[in-house]
């Protein structure tokens, strides 16, 4: 993948607009434009969410949590991951555009929150993406820094979801402090102290069920639970 080698995206993307050339999505892309769950995140309903980074993250919940089960093949998801990391990442890159609304802090905090989560959950494939991973901690966490002044009262899934994907993230750097400290701090003015509570928030945004998935993100949280009050 040109994108984990050069750090940046070399080609544009096509959703459903034809005739233009660019990386295309799997067909389930498509199809879940018209599931019913589509609607069904409350978060897209903040006001100022960009609607490019609000579209990828409702198909993604929709593909991820279908009542059937998860039913890409190793292909599609490799070609979904491809497909979503360039569309969110060749935004950033492109050429300002003075008649589009500025993304709001929150957007942002979603966009490189997704890349983070596609990039481990995924894995790598011909290429190591440990850099590209960590480059973008670094965005996420600097995001976070102005981001946690004010954290929207009504946004705790969404709180608890990206300091999840924080600590997975940046584990084994020196960044991992930095989100353990807030996850620490989350978790308990939330009441949050097992895996069986946590799980529900990391569902309510974006969560795909399997076993590597659930010890990637839950052995972070239980490390968290045991960290000393005075953090």
């Not at 946004?155 to 620490?184: C, K, N, Q």
Request: proline share 6%; aromatic share 10%; charged share 20%.
């Amino acid at each position: 993948m040109s994108l984990i080698v050069q750090q940046s995206p070399q080609f544009a993307t096509r959703d459903d607009v034809a005739g233009r050339e660019g990386i295309t999505p799997p067909p389930q892309w498509h199809e879940s434009a018209s599931n019913d769950l589509h609607a069904e995140l409350p978060i897209l309903a903040s006001t100022g969410l960009d609607p490019l980074i609000g579209d990828t993250l409702s198909r993604l919940h929709c593909l991820f949590q279908k009542p059937e089960g998860f039913d890409l093949t190793t292909t599609d998801f490799h070609d979904l991951t491809c497909f979503v990391l360039h569309r969110l990442l060749h935004d950033t890159t492109s050429p300002i555009d003075d008649t589009r609304l500025p993304a709001s802090l929150e957007s942002e905090v979603i966009r490189y929150a997704i890349v983070l989560y596609l990039l481990m959950v995924h894995g790598p494939t011909y290429f190591s993406h440990v850099r590209l991973q960590y480059t973008t901690t670094l965005k996420l966490k600097a995001l976070l820094e102005q981001w946690i002044l004010a954290p929207p009262s009504d946004r705790e899934s969404l709180w608890i979801w990206v300091l999840s994907i924080g600590m997975a993230a940046s584990d084994g750097t020196p960044e991992y402090h930095y989100f353990t400290t807030h996850a620490h701090k989350a978790s308990t003015a939330l009441g949050i102290s097992a895996w069986e509570t946590a799980l529900p928030h990391h569902k309510a945004v974006l969560w795909l069920e399997n076993l590597v998935t659930d010890r990637l993100f839950r052995r972070h949280w239980e490390a968290v639970w045991v960290l000393k009050p005075d953090i």
